[in-house]
């Protein structure tokens, strides 16, 4: 009831925003009656006629997802966009803090497997953040359930991007590969999008920490040719670091310094933390 009631209220914001009447909402599949109910809160629709009153509304279905996020993100979302940041940042507390959240999930529902998917992904990120090892299970548990999905969605890239550093070559290419042959699809949605660049960049930084150069060439050919647009800023200076060090690795003169040149950029336009992540790497290479 209470989804009910949140997406009732953005349908209501359509219409009254548009100027446009019950009737012309429902156009005649449903009731108006039914409609100013639903947009009340009082009672449900089904999915197909949703999708007429955007239809008949001039809305997509990502903008009409656009307005549910914005109108009041979950908790799930909020802790996963948190997590992101906290790991460019090496935020190790901040880390611990989004595991102690889906620990106590996992304690109050043990047989949700999204909350424990959910814990094994931190638990996964605070391993990288602190350079220590991880249990095999963790692994082994995250590549069996992304196995048992036929066709991903932003859900498992997710998983993938933010764990990939401790999947082995094998897994690493063929999941990969996986993703390239999905990258239209995924790259019509805007947030989508995103999540797929940072996966790319995460498989180029994975691939180059392994010192395999074919590998990361590829996933670097392919963000060169699908382009990254100046909305994904973080992304795109991300992007040029990682080529600098993939020059690096090919004994090119002057790599280091447009590394660190590209560090100092995310430095200057609002990212210290994740530059003082970047300069530290470069420190070992």
């Known amino acids: 009831m ?42 449900g629709i089904t999915v197909g006629k949703l999708f007429t009153v955007l239809e008949n509304s ?24 948190n997590l992101t940041i906290a790991y460019a940042q090496k935020n190790v507390e901040k880390i611990k803090e989004i595991y102690d959240f889906w620990k106590e999930k996992c304690q109050q529902k043990p047989d949700n497997k999204f909350y424990k998917i959910n814990k094994t992904v931190v638990k996964i990120n605070l391993a990288m953040a602190q350079n220590s090892k991880i249990f095999k299970e963790d692994t082994a548990f995250l590549m069996k359930y992304l196995e048992s999905v036929s066709e991903w969605g932003r859900y498992e890239i997710w998983i993938f991007g933010n764990c990939l550093r401790y999947f082995d070559d094998n897994a690493l290419e063929y999941y990969g590969m996986q993703i390239l042959g999905k990258t239209n699809y995924y790259h019509s ?9 940072r996966t790319f960049l995460n498989l180029i930084d994975t691939w180059l920490r392994r010192e395999n150069l074919i590998q990361a060439f590829k996933y670097i050919n392919h ?33 280091i310094e447009k590394m660190k040149k590209h560090a100092q950029t995310l430095a200057d336009y609002g990212f210290p933390l994740e530059a003082k992540a970047l300069f530290e790497e470069i420190e070992k290479l």
Do not use: C, P
């Not at 990502?62 to 009041?72: A, G, K, R, T, V």
């Open 189 to 197: 949605i805007h947030i989508n999008q995103q999540i797929i660049i």
């Open 223 to 255: 963000l060169e040719e699908i382009g990254i647009s100046i909305d994904f800023f973080y992304e795109k200076i991300l992007f040029e670091y990682h080529r600098a060090h993939y020059k690096v690795l090919q004994k090119q003169n002057g790599a």
């Open 58 to 81: 001039n809305v997509y279905l990502d903008e009409f997802q656009n307005l549910y996020n914005e109108y009041e993100q979950s908790d799930e979302y909020n802790y996963r966009h």
């Open 2 to 43: 209470e989804k009910n009631l949140k997406t009732g209220k953005i349908i209501a914001f359509i219409r009254k925003t548009k100027h446009l009447k019950l009737k012309e909402m429902t156009g005649g599949s449903f009731s108006e009656s039914q409609l100013a109910k639903f947009e009340k809160g009082e009672t």
